[in-house]
């Protein structure tokens, strides 16, 4: 998948019917869990969080499959209950300092069974999707044990009182984005004294693109100020606390172009926030949260067109989801790592493969006096620029990046060494007969 920045298993194949037949055997096995697949996604980013402040950030994307009222294909209903597909809400773990993606830890896929008929508000937390928000990133923590400090972060849709509470239990801090007006200890409502702080600064950030919006200098300004937030009157919630001490930092664009929506963040978090670098920098924090929405680009129409696959069954379909969300992990850490990021190269490469690496970057620096790999051979960066040389890449700082295409090309090329390197030293018990399987070749 992220050689060929696709997930149709026809595709992956390259013609081959009896490897599609297994690809496909390999979703359908009972052993093969969604479970599984997803505990499977931290594998490598347990280590990369070591010694790091985290931002844990999650969010929730629908994934719409084609259907027919003849053939649904097992999916419930997704948005207003016009489309129907699948759910996802992974939790990506960030580095709160150089915004490098250490990888997947948790996280949820699922379909509806169909419409629920008691009323959200009569409802207990256990029993409304939004639990999501509060199990994933519960389900972090015992893999984050070695990270200095977490940060739980995420969009409108997490301003939710008990994520605020537990995180609070769990030594966890918090990011959110508020989405109510809600009530403080003091009856007073969150917006009003929020618009009522002074400004006590102005900055100019840049925002990055999204899918509907170009990238472009917002200039805002800051307010800021500590808050005690109410809890809810809800008879589910009584076992919280009444109230909870919080920060909240409030950013505006001021001067937008015209026809442009002005930014307008208000962000509640657990962090204290004494002073002006303090908001600023929990603005800086909030603002990593583009990466999980390049995370879902890259595995939607703008990727690996995940929507496009025409596997028939739910079930199969939600482990292609899992398998395709690692993928799309691995292709967003190639690309951070061309600017030199510090992640480890394990994150995306196993000791075989690495030993590969070694030698076709012996033999691309021996091609070239001046020209070295200049990143540590233990650096997902070291990778990089290894697998960009293959895929066309001149390799001199002066020269552009290379980008996704010459990405592409370059795993291509590596995987097909790799291949051959691996039935070299027998690692394909029938190599030698010349009789291995279409398994055995990939």
Request: charged residues 25%; hydrophobic residues 40%; glycine residues 8%.
């Amino acid at each position: 998948m992220v050689v060929g920045k696709l997930v149709c298993l026809r595709q992956l194949s390259r013609g081959n019917r009896a490897l599609e037949v297994r690809f496909n055997r390999f979703l359908g096995h009972d052993k093969v869990t969604v479970e599984r697949i997803i505990e499977s996604w931290s594998e490598s980013t347990v280590a990369a969080v070591e010694g790091r402040h985290v931002l844990a950030i999650q969010d929730t994307s629908e994934i719409h499959f084609n259907t027919t009222p003849q053939r649904r294909r097992g999916l419930g209903e997704i948005g207003k209950g016009n489309n129907h597909g699948v759910l996802l809400h992974p939790l990506l773990a960030v580095d709160a300092d150089d915004g490098n993606c250490l990888g997947l830890l948790s996280g949820q896929i699922w379909t509806r069974t169909g419409r629920r008929t008691t009323s959200h508000d009569d409802r207990e937390l256990s029993d409304k999707e939004l639990q999501r928000w509060i199990s994933t990133a519960m389900a972090a923590k015992p893999l984050l044990t070695k990270a200095t400090a977490v940060t739980v972060l995420g969009d409108r849709e997490s301003d939710i009182f008990a994520l605020y509470a537990s995180s609070a239990e769990q030594h966890f801090h918090v990011i959110a984005r508020s989405m109510h007006d809600r009530k403080l200890a003091d009856r007073s409502g969150l917006y009003e004294v929020s618009d009522a702080m002074a400004a006590v600064d102005r900055r100019a950030i840049q925002l990055p693109a999204r899918a509907a919006r170009p990238a472009r200098l917002a200039h805002l300004e800051l307010r800021f100020g500590a808050i005690e937030l109410a809890r809810p009157q809800s008879k589910f919630l009584r076992h919280l606390p009444e109230s909870l001490p919080l920060a909240v930092v409030d950013v505006r664009e001021i001067n937008a172009e015209t026809g442009v929506e002005p930014l307008h963040w208000r962000l509640l978090t657990s962090h204290e926030v004494t002073g002006i670098e303090d908001a600023w920098r929990i603005v800086q924090w909030y603002k990593q949260r583009w990466i999980i929405e390049q995370f879902f680009r890259i595995l939607k129409t703008q990727g690996f067109k995940l929507e496009d696959s025409q596997i028939g069954t739910a079930d199969r379909l939600l482990k292609l989801v899992a398998i395709a969300a690692k993928a799309a992990v691995i292709t967003i850490q190639l690309l951070q790592a061309r600017n030199g990021s510090r992640q480890p190269i394990l994150a995306a490469f196993d000791n075989g493969q690495i030993n590969v690496l070694t030698a076709l970057n012996r033999q691309l620096e021996a091609g070239s006096k001046r020209l070295k790999n200049p990143h540590p051979p233990d650096s997902l960066a070291w990778a990089a620029w290894i697998i960009g040389r293959l895929g066309g890449w001149d390799g001199y700082p002066s020269s552009k990046p290379p980008g996704p295409i010459t990405f592409k090309n370059g795993l291509e090329y590596f995987h097909a060494v790799a291949a051959g390197w691996s039935l070299r030293d027998g690692a394909c018990p029938r190599a030698k007969a010349g009789t291995h399987t279409p398994r055995e070749r990939l």
